[in-house]
């Protein structure tokens, strides 16, 4: 539960962006079937933008945080 509420703060979706640049600059680089790698580096961007949680249902926790 600590990982998702990490997640949902502003560090955790900086993280989130920052892992799937990495993820599409590995497959960029690497080429060929690596490419994929570039495409799901996709989805943590558009989460982390998007500000949701994707792993959040798994632990019974709103996939969009809680602003207070």
Same mark, same amino acid.
């Given at each position: 539960?600590?990982?998702? @509420?990490?997640?949902?703060?502003? &560090?955790? @979706?900086?993280? @989130?962006?920052?892992? #799937? =640049?990495?993820? /599409?600059? &590995? ?12 495409? =799901?580096?996709? =989805?943590? /961007? %558009?989460?982390?933008? !998007? #500000? ?8 019974? !926790?709103? %996939?969009? #945080? =809680?602003?207070?």
């Amino acid at each position: 539960m600590e990982l998702v @509420r990490f997640m949902q703060t502003s &560090v955790g @979706r900086a993280a @989130r962006v920052t892992l #799937g =640049v990495v993820l /599409i600059a &590995v497959g960029l680089v690497l080429g060929g079937g690596w490419l994929a790698l570039a495409v =799901v580096g996709l =989805v943590p /961007i %558009i989460a982390g933008s !998007a #500000g949701l949680c994707l792993l959040a249902p798994l632990f019974r !926790a709103p %996939i969009r #945080g =809680v602003h207070r």
